[in-house]
């Protein structure tokens, strides 16, 4: 990579809050800037990220048919490993999507303008890692054809879904989580869709984005509608960053299984899935920003503060799993203690659970460093090493408490087949190909915000000039009399 750091503007004193826009733009620019990377012809690199994430997705093929064809027993779970790759994804690919619904809701309802220039992607994230957890626990079902068994409807056999089944919570959530992120993340579009359909030189170009606008003309009528509907989705997502994580943990949190039976589990996976959320946004929006060339609109006051946001929520983290020993200690609980001192810190998966470690209590520890929260290849770096860390989290909690229960005559090791292995590698490569589609096909960065923030940011730089000339003119006249 070409950056190595963030740099400061000439002129600018580096202890000025850092600016949100570049400053020289206008409107035509803006629209230029971030409209370019849609009509011009991809590059290379785009061909070629496009080409890997295809070989990716045709394993994820190969992978889906064997499974559908032979049953789940082509996967490496055994008993008493019931849950294992399938359901360590599904939980990591929920908690990746978790970013989006942070940024796009909660830091607007908070008025925080650094989320406008990177909405719009972690929305697109967010809606792509749903679909990649998704296909996990239909495939686990065993008999995907009946997944709509999970959903109530009226059946002459009677046939009810088990609502005390953590399964059937799953489904409620995420579809939920799926459905609003989707609808938030489209009427974010359409005035950018519109503007597409206006500058598009192509008639069928013209057609389908004026398809996907829904008419929009940007009268007064479209934007007072556009920002209740905007604002109320928001409102909606709110809870949702809460509750869709909470859910998943209760997967876990109800049983009995040592390790797993914690009430500290819903807040201490909300603050993974977050921690893991930015992580994701920061090595998908570094390289973007600069092969898009958004420089001037995802700035480095946008990445200092995402880091900033992974060092809190990896000392949250880093507090449940000192809790989660601590309480194991505390209980008294044999079945606990092994669990957390021996099966984990010296068991089988020892490796794994000291890389977790590693990459989630020692890594985010680095941006209390401002030198560190501002360097372009630390950040991405810290970044990768984090999402490897959660996943390795996600596999110590399912995989060591379902070896190494209750009855030791039932222990029995877990390893991943192939099949498993080309599953995962495969979702990276679905959600490489629906991401990469994302930024040739739609503005990566919600236009209609950045012109807004960068009007807002113009006027309070008038006033706030104004008040100073005020300001020394009365100090003047004073000294006068």
Not at 135 to 162: C, E, N, V
Not at 208 to 217: A, D, K, T, V
Request: glycine share 8%.
């Amino acid at each position: 990579m070409a950056e190595t750091a963030i740099h400061h503007p000439p002129g600018v004193d580096p202890l000025e809050p850092r600016m949100l826009v570049a400053p020289h733009h206008d409107d035509a620019s803006l629209n230029e800037t971030l409209l370019d990377h849609v009509w011009a012809k991809p590059g290379k690199g785009w061909f070629l990220l496009f080409g890997i994430a295809l070989v990716g997705l045709g394993m994820f093929l190969v992978a889906v048919t064997m499974t559908l064809a032979r049953g789940i027993g082509v996967w490496g779970n055994n008993q008493p490993n019931g849950w294992a790759f399938d359901i360590v994804n599904f939980v990591w690919w929920v908690g990746i999507g978790h970013a989006g619904t942070l940024i796009s809701a909660i830091l607007l309802l908070f008025q925080q303008k650094w989320r406008t220039s990177i909405n719009r992607f972690a929305e697109a994230m967010t809606i792509f890692a749903v679909i990649c957890a998704g296909m996990f626990p239909i495939l686990h079902t065993g008999r995907p054809w009946f997944a709509f068994w999970l959903l109530p409807y009226p059946s002459t056999l009677g046939a009810w879904p088990q609502f005390r089944s953590p399964l059937d919570w799953d489904v409620f959530a995420i579809s939920t989580y799926f459905t609003v992120s989707l609808l938030f993340w489209y009427i974010g579009l359409i005035p950018d869709l519109a503007a597409l359909r206006d500058s598009s030189k192509g008639k069928m170009q013209r057609i389908i984005y004026g398809l996907f606008s829904l008419g929009w003309r940007g009268s007064g009528r479209h934007w007072h509608n556009y920002k209740i509907g905007y604002l109320l989705l928001a409102g909606l997502s709110t809870p949702l960053v809460l509750s869709v994580h909470t859910i998943v943990s209760f997967d876990f949190a109800t049983g009995l299984i040592p390790g797993w039976h914690a009430t500290i589990f819903p807040p201490y996976f909300v603050a993974g899935a977050v921690f893991s959320g930015f992580a994701m946004v920061i090595t998908l929006i570094v390289p973007a920003r600069k092969y898009l060339k958004l420089r001037d609109v995802i700035t480095d006051r946008h990445l200092e503060n995402m880091n900033k946001v992974i060092l809190a929520t990896g000392l949250i983290v880093s507090y449940g799993y000192m809790m989660e020993h601590f309480i194991a200690w505390y209980s008294g609980n044999e079945y606990e203690i092994w669990t957390f001192y021996v099966n984990r810190a010296r068991g089988p998966y020892a490796g794994v659970y000291w890389l977790m470690i590693a990459c989630n209590v020692i890594t985010p520890n680095i941006f209390w460093f401002k030198k560190c929260r501002t360097s372009i290849p630390i950040m991405w770096v810290a970044s990768i090493v984090v999402n490897i860390g959660m996943w390795c989290e996600r596999f110590i909690i399912i995989v060591t408490s379902l070896t190494q229960d209750f009855l030791p005559s039932s222990w029995d090791l877990y390893s991943p087949t192939w099949v498993d292995w080309c599953l995962y590698i495969g979702t990276l490569g679905l959600f490489g190909t629906l991401f990469l589609l994302f930024l040739k096909f739609v503005p990566a960065v919600a236009i209609s915000e950045v012109k807004e923030l960068q009007l807002e940011l113009k006027h309070a730089a008038h006033h706030a000039a104004h008040g100073a000339e005020t300001g020394a003119a009365g100090t003047l006249t004073h000294g006068a009399h």
